[in-house]
């Protein structure tokens, strides 16, 4: 995988990574991965340990933060943006689309951009998070 979409200078979200990409991930000049899957969301995807493990061998920092898909709680966000704010960057996050890490990004960053520009720097790259609008004025109403 190596699908990376940028959503800042600092941040990139990716679908769900195996343990054989991370050197690529190395390689294309990120500092961290942010894994926001449960353990166990699917048959297929590998653990946790696992994927630290293959980080670690290829000097990436790894941050376990799993998040339930359309379940995105404040505690979530708040996590999210906190990883990243003291993360040496840039940080690749993924999850099984790279939907929830954009989700994550968008709404961790409700209090410092307008809605259009959260809504059209998820859009250019490739997700629609128009749905959330409400979301992010409610999170600034915070």
């Known amino acids: 995988m190596t699908d990376f979409k940028k959503l800042t200078d600092e941040l990139s979200v990716s679908a769900q990574l195996q343990p054989e990409d991370m050197q690529a991930v190395a390689d294309a000049g990120f500092r961290m991965v942010i894994n926001n899957r449960p353990d166990g969301e699917a048959d297929d995807q590998p653990t946790s ?46 999850c099984r689309t790279g939907t929830r890490c954009a989700t994550l990004w968008a709404l961790s960053q409700a209090d410092e951009l307008d809605n259009g520009t959260i809504l059209k720097t998820a859009e250019q790259a490739g997700y629609d998070l128009s ?11 915070q």
């Open 131 to 141: 749905q959330l609008s409400g979301r992010l004025d409610q999170r600034r109403g």
């Open 49 to 94: 340990d696992e994927l630290a493990a293959a980080a670690e061998a290829a000097g990436l920092e790894y941050a376990h933060q799993p998040v339930v898909s359309g379940n995105i709680a404040e505690t979530d966000i708040d996590g999210f943006d906190a990883i990243v704010s003291l993360a040496d960057t840039p940080v690749l996050a993924f």
